[in-house]
């Protein structure tokens, strides 16, 4: 077999193959071109999902006619110097332009903003034409079109018009948000016409324009810093979220790209609030030394390589969760206008998707309202929850009771206790949902949620302080396990104590339970066990429970919540509000669904037409 050296046009079309993967790839590069030109206003226009036509025309600062020469040639750029170590360009490599003039064909038409004539070169296949005059407005104009006709093969793994199209406008966005002084225009026979002015230094006004207004008043900023890597964007509430990752967008250096270890900090962020199936609103912006961090690993530069990525992960699931406990217990806005859309006439309510795989479900708990439920006030405190035993005991754990905020209740009128941020109970709705007035509106508190996420609490400061207290057993509850369960728990046994649950080995195929945490009252012991039990099969590993343990105190809180159903006094409903203003992370379950919901009077008012 002999070696030969392959021609310029096969060696292009080989490069093209991992820079221009589809029609969204080429528009990315032509587009990181136009802003290293230092365009204020980048216009995009396709056909055919982009396949047909992909034109985009800047005004940035062109290129004069021997330049034109250079830029179809492979390697050739003026963004790289001497070093890859030092990059603060979006382009650097030099291979777009001859990589799709290659497989498709290329018109550019160039002008200088000091010149009186633009020039214009074509690439037909890989056939490059000579340089000739040109009538051009400053700045750059590149036309594609028939986007892999020299490699027609390629054709074949491109989707729909309308998904590649869809493909294009993500680029767009994701370029918008990272660059908001620049004005975007993206129209074509395939789409309506995306028009995004340019914002200046307002970037949450930009990032408005790409995520919806609802983005801004569901927004927390962030601005962290921690080993000159500095991290800022903004965070949405974890109550405002999506169906799937796509609203999350991350910059490196200006630079978008999609990291997978940035999407996995993120995700953690938000771990004990986001319901499963659901996913966080988010954009981040990572600033760092450029020889931090090689830019250099693929050819579409998407991806990243940061030099400490601990720091990095350490960093983003620090600064988010710092601000969720900062300003993240607020109501989502979307939750208020669910509540007005549902109050119109004709509203016919979806049901919630069904989360993906085996999981809690509120559909399925057993927590729920049901038949024959105690609607009596004397019988209803006599069952397990929220009563008056209860919140003696939570005077044990540090934890505010309704026996001492009665009596601050009745010390205060109701129009002072309606200042505080979740207001004044004023009614309980089919024993489950209390409904408090604020100065400027009325909150709706889902009592089981808000109360499990306070428990939840009080027990997660257990796994990392003093034991929690515990009541003992008068009598041992004896569950019944197979004997491979039983062996997991006793293996688990000193990290379940410490969140006051004592077990002991009781024969093979038993465990004794003598005592039970003391802030959960009476409660469903076997049913209990038995769920840790399974928790434990699912998870277990040769470092045993600890990184599963606050999924362990969640399940437990769970079982020693205010179950649904349970009717409250007035002084409990506002014992549980003002607990809740205390707690972090209070705006959602341990499942991460919302604790509560706020209606503005100003949405009542209009709902009745007075404003």
């Given at each position: 077999?002999?070696?030969?050296?392959?021609?310029?046009?096969?060696?292009?079309?080989?490069?093209?193959?991992?820079?221009?993967?589809?029609?969204?790839?080429?528009?990315?590069?032509?587009?990181?071109?136009?802003?290293?030109?230092?365009?204020?206003?980048?216009?995009?226009?396709?056909?055919?999902?982009?396949?047909?036509?992909?034109?985009?025309?800047?005004?940035?600062?062109?290129?004069?006619?021997?330049?034109?020469?250079?830029?179809?040639?492979?390697?050739?750029?003026?963004?790289?110097?001497?070093?890859?170590?030092?990059?603060?360009?979006?382009?650097?490599?030099?291979?777009?332009?001859?990589?799709?003039?290659?497989?498709?064909?290329?018109?550019?038409?160039?002008?200088?903003?000091?010149?009186?004539?633009?020039?214009?070169?074509?690439?037909?296949?890989?056939?490059?034409?000579?340089?000739?005059?040109?009538?051009?407005?400053?700045?750059?104009?590149?036309?594609?079109?028939?986007?892999?006709?020299?490699?027609?093969?390629?054709?074949?793994?491109?989707?729909?018009?309308?998904?590649?199209?869809?493909?294009?406008?993500?680029?767009?966005?994701?370029?918008?948000?990272?660059?908001?002084?620049?004005?975007?225009?993206?129209?074509?026979?395939?789409?309506?016409?995306?028009?995004?002015?340019?914002?200046?230094?307002?970037?949450?006004?930009?990032?408005?324009?790409?995520?919806?207004?609802?983005?801004?008043?569901?927004?927390?900023?962030?601005?962290?810093?921690?080993?000159?890597?500095?991290?800022?964007?903004?965070?949405?509430?974890?109550?405002?979220?999506?169906?799937?990752?796509?609203?999350?967008?991350?910059?490196?250096?200006?630079?978008?790209?999609?990291?997978?270890?940035?999407?996995?900090?993120?995700?953690?962020?938000?771990?004990?609030?986001?319901?499963?199936?659901?996913?966080?609103?988010?954009?981040?912006?990572?600033?760092?030394?450029?020889?931090?961090?090689?830019?250099?690993?693929?050819?579409?530069?998407?991806?990243?390589?940061?030099?400490?990525?601990?720091?990095?992960?350490?960093?983003?699931?620090?600064?988010?969760?710092?601000?969720?406990?900062?300003?993240?217990?607020?109501?989502?806005?979307?939750?208020?206008?669910?509540?007005l859309r549902a109050f119109r006439p004709g509203f016919r309510p979806t049901p919630p998707p069904a989360p993906s795989g085996a999981g809690w479900s509120y559909q399925s708990s057993p927590y729920r309202p049901f038949a024959g439920q105690p609607t009596n006030a004397?019988?209803?405190?006599?069952?397990?929850?929220?009563?008056?035993?209860?919140?003696?005991?939570?005077?044990?754990?540090?934890?505010?009771?309704?026996?001492?905020?009665?009596?601050?209740?009745?010390?205060?009128?109701?129009?002072?206790?309606?200042?505080?941020?979740?207001?004044?109970?004023?009614?309980?709705?089919?024993?489950?949902?209390?409904?408090?007035?604020?100065?400027?509106?009325?909150?709706?508190?889902?009592?089981?949620?808000?109360?499990?996420?306070?428990?939840?609490?009080?027990?997660?400061?257990?796994?990392?302080?003093?034991?929690?207290?515990?009541?003992g057993l008068l009598i041992p509850e004896i569950v019944d396990l197979p004997e491979e369960d039983c062996d997991r728990l006793m293996v688990h046994a000193a990290s379940l104590e410490q969140l006051g649950l004592a077990i002991e080995r009781f024969g093979p195929g038993?465990?004794?339970?003598?005592?039970?945490?003391?802030?959960?009252?009476?409660?469903?012991?076997?049913?209990?066990?038995?769920?840790?039990?399974?928790?434990?099969?699912?998870?277990?590993?040769?470092?045993?429970?600890?990184?599963?343990?606050?999924?362990?105190?969640?399940?437990?809180?769970?079982?020693?919540?205010?179950?649904?159903?349970?009717?409250?006094?007035?002084?409990?409903?506002?014992?549980?509000?003002?607990?809740?203003?205390?707690?972090?992370?209070?705006?959602?379950?341990?499942?991460?669904?919302?604790?509560?919901?706020?209606?503005?009077?100003?949405?009542?008012?209009?709902?009745?037409?007075?404003?």
């Amino acid at each position: 077999m002999v070696i030969k050296q392959l021609s310029e046009t096969l060696i292009n079309q080989i490069a093209a193959g991992e820079v221009i993967e589809r029609p969204a790839s080429a528009a990315k590069e032509l587009i990181e071109n136009a802003i290293d030109a230092g365009a204020t206003r980048i216009e995009i226009a396709t056909a055919g999902g982009g396949k047909g036509l992909l034109r985009v025309i800047d005004n940035g600062s062109g290129m004069a006619p021997e330049d034109l020469e250079l830029a179809i040639r492979r390697h050739c750029t003026s963004k790289l110097k001497d070093t890859l170590f030092d990059i603060r360009s979006l382009g650097f490599r030099g291979e777009a332009l001859p990589s799709i003039g290659s497989v498709a064909r290329l018109s550019i038409t160039s002008r200088r903003p000091d010149s009186t004539e633009g020039a214009e070169i074509t690439v037909t296949g890989g056939k490059v034409s000579a340089v000739r005059p040109a009538p051009a407005n400053p700045g750059t104009t590149v036309e594609v079109r028939d986007l892999f006709f020299a490699t027609p093969a390629r054709l074949k793994f491109l989707k729909t018009e309308k998904a590649e199209a869809a493909a294009i406008t993500e680029v767009v966005k994701r370029m918008a948000i990272a660059f908001p002084a620049i004005r975007f225009v993206l129209s074509g026979s395939d789409r309506s016409t995306l028009e995004l002015p340019a914002t200046g230094d307002d970037s949450l006004a930009r990032i408005a324009q790409v995520l919806g207004s609802d983005f801004r008043d569901n927004a927390i900023a962030l601005d962290a810093e921690r080993e000159d890597v500095r991290l800022g964007g903004f965070a949405g509430l974890p109550t405002f979220h999506r169906g799937n990752s796509a609203h999350q967008y991350a910059f490196v250096n200006g630079r978008p790209v999609q990291d997978k270890q940035i999407l996995s900090a993120i995700r953690g962020a938000y771990a004990e609030t986001m319901p499963q199936g659901r996913y966080p609103v988010a954009v981040l912006s990572l600033t760092l030394d450029p020889a931090l961090v090689d830019v250099n690993v693929h050819p579409a530069k998407s991806d990243v390589r940061f030099r400490d990525p601990g720091l990095v992960r350490g960093l983003i699931v620090g600064a988010i969760r710092e601000a969720l406990k900062r300003e993240g217990d607020r109501a989502s806005t979307t939750g208020a206008e669910g509540m007005l859309r549902a109050f119109r006439p004709g509203f016919r309510p979806t049901p919630p998707p069904a989360p993906s795989g085996a999981g809690w479900s509120y559909q399925s708990s057993p927590y729920r309202p049901f038949a024959g439920q105690p609607t009596n006030a004397a019988t209803a405190f006599s069952q397990p929850g929220f009563s008056e035993p209860l919140q003696a005991r939570f005077g044990e754990t540090e934890m505010p009771t309704a026996r001492s905020e009665a009596f601050v209740a009745a010390e205060k009128p109701a129009t002072e206790t309606a200042t505080f941020p979740l207001g004044a109970a004023r009614a309980q709705v089919h024993a489950n949902y209390i409904v408090s007035q604020t100065k400027d509106g009325l909150v709706i508190v889902d009592q089981h949620a808000a109360h499990e996420r306070l428990v939840f609490e009080q027990m997660r400061k257990a796994l990392s302080g003093r034991r929690l207290p515990s009541q003992g057993l008068l009598i041992p509850e004896i569950v019944d396990l197979p004997e491979e369960d039983c062996d997991r728990l006793m293996v688990h046994a000193a990290s379940l104590e410490q969140l006051g649950l004592a077990i002991e080995r009781f024969g093979p195929g038993a465990i004794a339970v003598r005592e039970t945490p003391a802030m959960l009252g009476e409660m469903d012991v076997p049913g209990l066990i038995r769920e840790l039990a399974d928790e434990v099969a699912e998870w277990d590993t040769a470092q045993g429970l600890s990184a599963k343990l606050e999924h362990v105190a969640a399940t437990m809180a769970c079982h020693g919540s205010v179950r649904s159903g349970r009717q409250l006094r007035v002084e409990e409903m506002n014992a549980l509000l003002r607990q809740m203003e205390e707690t972090p992370g209070s705006g959602q379950c341990n499942h991460g669904r919302p604790t509560y919901v706020e209606l503005k009077l100003s949405d009542i008012e209009r709902l009745f037409g007075r404003s």
